[in-house]
Every structure is written in structure tokens, then in C-alpha cells.
């Protein structure tokens, strides 16, 4: 049985979906209004330190020419990392359920992460799909390949199902966040609101 | 590799599906026609006995203030408990796959109840979302927070996920019973002949 | 953490998707290319023939009245002798990821065949239940139940659960190419592209 590590939040949602947003605007919120402190951490930031700090990379570009095996295990430290840091504070993690890529897509919270973590909650942020390819169709800055809204839908679809095998794992609740056009505001005070729901 | 204990069924099915009333029709009808012993336990409730005689609580309301390692624990003593009672009897356990709360849905049966009692099957009682929305608009009694169909529609594929997740664990079957209108003696009826068909 | 063995490829597909069609085509495709070895292994045939070897069976039709236990512990032989072929060739295995039975579906690749596997890559070779439906009704040759598209969209959608719950055990990647009506050379190509993508 896995076990509760301290209070852990894991904020997931797909490109374009505005999870950033929600996650700045709801750290925000929650720090103004609550005494316990908040650490926010980003996975893919804490593996690549990992692996830094190891000597395996210099760059986040040599991340991807690690050999599975040591990806994995640099994934499973990092959780173990996020773990320790949840023993004095909120930790809320900023990572992917399902990475889309080339070759299919990718748990990005394989069973031995969400063991590791074990977190109170798995939030999955989410938008109708039209309105997350009219974002990423707008943000042309970061140059994402234009998926048909049939395609995201498939995503996010996935990711729900990703969600509930973590939750079966961990024993966790799933909760789904709704980001519409213009909402932002709301979808961060939800988040708030389930972040204060957990005493431990 | 978990193990089978017996034959044991888990019959699931979300707040307003009728699965109450699938299930006491054909627990009679079981019994009628059946030479084995059939026993009925509300999961609930086994964990309530199990949390009250180890002195945790008095009554029920006290479940849910239980701290969530606790919780957990007597969720796991409650599993082995119907596991053992599967020695002699056919067991039927009356569940939840996912429990909606206001902090999201929370699974039923995590990995260590699945694994400890490794069921034959899973049964998700179902009717479509619009049947459901009308039995509880007609239950004022029992004043539940009236859903709209798509998160009804949304808490039943969910419960799919959940019940595949939990066979992938155990091996066990996952079969979706469909409680239309009117048809609750055919969703017993067939249920019934799921109950038979496992010679254990 | 389970461990990749070497290169393994779990090939999935209701009956009628034309899995064997692309399964066909991207081997001979593949050996035309590749200077690696590719393997092509039946799950169902290997198990069979671990139950024979063992003295179990004598017949195919014998294996589905196998004890429980025996079948599982068999289909656990099996995926440990397939991980074995893989420590120098490249593995294509063709098998179900849930199998629809009166009973229910039953999940082909349980949380110990994924693991004892731990493949790459989980492939869904899919298609419109519509084209499906019109596949099976045409293939009268092979006497399968009729079932409606609706049923044939349902095993589907489950078949995708089951293969992320795979996923989140093994870390593999998770893939859905479509065989539509006339394309299976395209199918084919796809398939062939996915097996030169991982270099291990």
C-alpha cells in the first residue's frame, strides 16, 4: 500500500490547455491567503537536476539521449526528491499525465512515480477541445504542430484514463478542472479550494 | 501474481443506477435456483465493523474523521475479511468504484482491496445518463445534488476506466450490466447467470 | 520498476480490425529493411504450447478448461519465454488487450504479462466500429457473433483503458494506428516506422 508522504498535489493538463496560467494564478492565491507554506515544482525541471547533479547531462537537450533505463531512474529519484520536500510544506508538481510523442504517448506518472509521490490529488486541468486548438492555433510562438480537435480530445480522453490507473495505485482522488476561454480566474480559485480541502 | 480466495463478485454501480435493486433481485433469484450459499456484504459496512471493533469509532458519521492512513488500513482489513468469507460461500460485494466528492473521485477499490480480494468479476450496473438524472430528480427522499447528464456521463466512463484498471491488476473479468428503466428483473436475470457461470 | 528486456512490440486489435493484415504486411516490410531480426510470436500459441510441453493439454480446445490458476501461471510462462526471445532479436507480439467473453472482457495482458514483457510499445491497431461492423458481417467464414457497432465502439474505448493501465505499469509508450477500409498499406508503414523508432 502506498503511503502518504505529506500533502502532494499533482497538477497535470494537456499543451495549450493554459495549465501555467492556472497554476501561477492559483500558487498565488493560495500563498495570500493561507499561513502554510507553498512550494511549487516543476518534474521535469527536478529531473533534469537530478541528473545534472550525477553527472549524466550537462543540458536539458541531453535528457532525451539518456538510455531508458537510466531515465527511468532518474525519474523515480526525482520523485523521491519531490517526496522529501513535502515532509514541512505543500508541494504541488507541475508535470504531464500522457506525453504526446512520435512514437505514442508516453505516462509521464508511470506507477513507480505515483508510488513514490503518492499524492493527496490528481488534478487534470482541461478545455473543450476547440477551445484548446484555438489557443495553440493563436501561440504561434511556440510552434506546436496543429493537431485536429479530434486528436486532443483523444488526449485528454487518455489522460482521464491515466488518472484513474494512478488513483487505483495510489488510492488518491482525481479531480478535473475545467479552463474555458476567459475563465482562468475561476479555474484557479477551484484549485485554491482543493488545495485548502486536504488538512493532510 | 494475486490470487483468487473463492468466488467473489464486486457489483458497482453509481448513485441512482438502481443497483440496489439488481442486486436484491437477484441475490433472490440466486438463492431460489442455487444449491451454494450466497452472501451479500455491503462493503461499507464490513469496514464500519472492522474500524468499530478495533474501539477507532461508534458510529458511522465517525468513519470519514478517521485520519487517511487509517482509513486505508481498515480498508485493506475489510478486503481480507470478505476474502475469508469466500472460503465456503459464493460472496457478493456490494461497492463503490469511484466515489464522487467534492474533492474529486475517489476510488473504490485501490490496488490493495483489488489485490486482496482478486475477484472473478466486475460488475458495473449502468443506464444511460438520462435515466439516471431522472431517478434522482424523482428520489427528492434521499436528497442527493442533482448532476447534470454529462457529469453523469462523466462519472460512469470514469468508473470503466476504473474497473479495467482494477481487472489489469487481478485478471478478473469486467462486465457492464445495463439496469434500463423498467428492466430491472432482465438486469438481474443476467446477472444471476454471470454469478453462475464462474464454477470458481 | 519493471525492466525492458530488450525490443518488444505488443500488437493489439479486436476481432475484425484486420490486425493480421497489418501485423503481415509490416513484417515482411520490416525484414525487407531492416537488417535486424524480427520475430513474429502468437501469445495464445506460445502459451499453448508451454501448457503442452508441461503435459497440461493436448489440444488448444483443452487450454480454456485449465483451472484459473494453472492459466494464469502459464500465461506468466509464456511472457517469460517471449522476454527471453528478446535478448537478441526484435519482438512483434500479436495478442488481445482485452478478450470479450459472455462473462465480460477479460484482460489478455494482466499487470504480470505486462510486467514479465515490459515491451516498448503497446499498439492498438483500430478502425471505425462502423468499418468493423461491415468487416465481420462480410467475413461470414469465421461465423462471429454479430454485435453492434455500438458494442464494437464500447470494446474499443475499453481496449484503450486497458492498454494506459498497461502503460502506467511498464512506462511503454502507447500508440493507436488506424486500418481503415483499403489502407492497411498504410497501417503497414506506420506499424513498420514505430518498430525503427526504438533503437532499444
Known sequence: MAERKGRIFIVTGIPGVGKTTVLDASL???RASGSDEVLLVNYGTVMFEEAKSKGLVENRDQM???PSEVQREV???AAEKIAGMAKNK???VDTHMLIKTPEGFLPGIPIWVAEALCPNLFILVEAFPE???GRRS?????NRDLESVKDIDLHQ?????????CAEITGSTVKIIMNHDGKAEEAAAE????FKAFKR
Open 64 to 66: 532525451r539521449n539518456l
Open 90 to 92: 505543500i508541494v504541488i
Open 131 to 133: 477551445e484548446i486548438a
Open 138 to 142: 493563436r501561440d504561434a510562438a511556440r
Open 191 to 194: 484549485t485554491v479550494k482543493l
Open 157 to 165: 480522453q487518455l489522460c482521464r484514463s491515466a488518472a484513474i490507473a
Open 28 to 30: 498565488e492565491a493560495a
Open 75 to 77: 525519474q523515480r529519484l
